[in-house]
């Protein structure tokens, strides 16, 4: 990668493969490789491929050889690491790098060590524990072995001093312990080396709720019209019923700069009343920081708890979740929350009226400073014509008096409903705490 003009920058260019036949079949997704490509980005360095390929020696060969081709200069692989006769990234990379495979000593013992905590307990048999171990601790002849977070190392390889190709990270797959090893990965020699030639992009993310991609593609087309946009990569993705857009130069791009500029008025003039993250922040985190302080309440119908387990999903979330009630029956409703079961039977379950009467329930019984209730027709039965499938009732509400109160029809299949509800939900409650205006149902 080079600059605008300004002076030539040497940029890292990386390949990730993710290994293993199951990441093929469908029945696991994979979430190494998204996560390492995000960390890499942010380290500035650029990621051209991310491969999967199966527990297979020859498919793991070509797919180094490809990378190595490509002129990358760093491959990343996650997955094959372990004592089983499928695990057999060590042995490829040792094959592709030129480089025997040698006992490291001090590794068989750490993996030794962590094994036998488990040995006594499991009644692992001794025999077949000895050549797990010493399998592990297979390493290419100078390479730098990681310290396993699990009881796979992991291994930086550099290039073959003759035969030259990239440096080659190699880590297990389980996702809990490529994230426990990657700082430690990372202050390898090998990759070190590597990242040294490397500077971080300038980057800016924005995050919109209740604008389509759409508008964004069409604002960015218009703004395209009249300035470069070049030296500005742009990265639109919807995900959680999010739009985000990521906007990332060269450091010390003055090109870059002013092209970003360009985008971000334009954002802001046609959809700013949507931007509600200029930090890449998500909606979790948002409203994480502005509940402190506060006590929030849930009283939910079609999304069976849905929200409380999102508002509870982060650590520390009890200083601020009072709890909730899942009211899926009209007599929960009655009972738990307190709804007047004639406001039921004149309105229906899923209404403005009842929603208001739930948010009041789940206000009073727990004590707390805001409340949300959401019930709604999820689907694929249920619906009528006034009130079809999708249509969802909300109300959020506080204990000094504010109210905010929509009853939109969401589109999709019953998930998708359950989970724009979730959402949208949550952006009624940062609304009321920010005092912002309306969001756009999704």
Request: hydrophobic residues 40%.
């Amino acid at each position: 990668m080079t600059d605008d003009g300004q002076g030539a920058r040497t940029g890292v260019r990386a390949g990730i493969v993710a290994t293993g036949s199951e990441l093929l079949t469908g029945r696991i997704t994979d979430r190494n490789g998204p996560w390492v490509a995000e960390r890499l980005g942010e380290l500035g360095v650029e990621v051209s491929h991310l491969l999967l390929v199966g527990d297979r020696a020859e498919d793991m060969a070509a797919a180094l050889r490809f990378l190595a081709g490509d002129g990358v200069d760093l491959v990343v692989t996650t997955g094959g690491l372990g004592p089983t006769a499928d695990d057999l990234t060590g042995e490829v990379v040792a094959a592709e790098t030129g480089r025997p495979l040698e006992l490291d000593e001090h590794m068989e013992k750490v993996v030794g060590d962590i094994i036998a905590k488990f040995a006594d307990r499991l009644r692992w048999d001794a025999d077949a524990l000895a050549a797990a171990n010493r399998k592990q601790a297979m390493v290419p002849r100078g390479a730098t072995p990681i310290r396993p977070a699990g009881t796979a190392p992991g291994l930086a390889v550099p290039p073959d001093d003759e035969r030259g190709g990239p440096t080659v990270l190699v880590l297990p797959g389980p996702p809990r312990e490529v994230r426990a090893m990657w700082d430690d990965a990372l202050a390898t020699e090998p990759v070190s080396k590597v990242l040294a030639r490397t500077e971080p992009y300038a980057e800016t993310h924005l995050r919109l709720f209740g604008v389509p991609e759409s508008e964004i593609a069409a604002t960015l087309r218009d703004v395209g019209e009249q300035t470069d946009l070049e030296p500005l990569e742009i990265t639109t993705c919807l995900r959680d019923f999010t739009l985000e857009v990521d906007l990332r130069h060269a450091p010390g791009s003055t090109a870059g700069a002013t092209a970003r500029d360009a985008v971000l008025a334009e954002i802001d003039r046609r959809h700013g009343h949507t931007v509600f993250s200029r930090t890449g922040q998500s909606i979790d985190e948002l409203l994480f920081d502005l509940l402190d302080g506060q006590v929030v309440a849930t009283a939910e119908s079609c999304t069976g708890g849905l929200l409380a387990g999102r508002l509870t999903a982060p650590a520390g979330a009890s200083a601020h979740v009072a709890g909730g009630i899942v009211s899926y029956s009209n007599d929960a409703k009655a009972d738990l929350l307190g709804v007047p079961r004639e406001l039921i039977e004149t309105h229906g379950a899923v209404s403005p009226k009842v929603a208001e009467a739930m948010a009041d329930g789940a206000l009073a019984r727990f004590g707390a400073t805001v409340s949300v209730a959401i019930t709604g027709v999820a689907g694929p039965g249920g619906g009528t014509e006034a009130k079809p499938v999708g249509y969802v009732c909300f109300c959020v509400r506080t204990a000094d008096g504010r109210t905010l109160a929509r009853d939109p029809v969401l589109p999709g299949e019953r998930g998708d409903i359950r989970e724009r509800s979730v959402v949208l939900a949550m952006h009624l409650i940062r609304r009321v705490l920010t005092g912002d205006g309306e969001p756009a149902p999704v």
